[in-house]
């Protein structure tokens, strides 16, 4: 090969290895993302597990006893339903008529064919809670609600002795 060519080649070289006319290399160093998530109104029970919200016991009582008994819907130890909403939103509860049949609007305690009757209260009214809804309102600021729930018996001094029991389903709704 010819010097002049061998020294043109080599002084190419060079210029392209010294950037002579070639602009600085850049790398881009940061660089942003984003992030973002939605909320979506939503409630939920404290359970204790399984598919029951708690229970109520009214205790055990004389056959012969015309008292009234009452006692509190009792779940993981604490009274009441407890109920996890979205701030800002509403709710409401109702109850159906349990699983006995009831006599004048008014649910059944049952043991085999004997039945005792009771009535639930809830949210510290005193009247009786039937299937009419609750509203809850959970305010900003709040998503904690204890809704509580009571039943009462009043016993007919000669009631069969037994294990009397009933099933109410609760409903949720938002």
Known sequence: MPVAYRMAAA???GALAGGLGAA??????????QVSAVVANGCSVTTSGGSSWGSID???VSG???????ASLLQS??????IDCTPGMTASVTADTG????TGGVRQLASGTSTVPYLLYANGSNVPWTTNAIALSFPVGTSH???PIVAKATLAGATRAGAYADTVRVTLSW
Do not use: H
Not at 77 to 82: F, K, N, S
């Open 58 to 60: 009214l205790g055990t």
């Open 77 to 82: 130890g604490q009274a009441g339903l407890q």
């Open 99 to 102: 699983l006995t049949p009831t």
């Open 24 to 33: 600085p290399a850049t790398a881009e160093t940061s660089k942003s993302f």
């Open 11 to 13: 002084m190419l070289a």
């Open 145 to 147: 609600l204890s809704v």
């Open 64 to 70: 012969v006893s015309t008292a009234t008994v009452q």
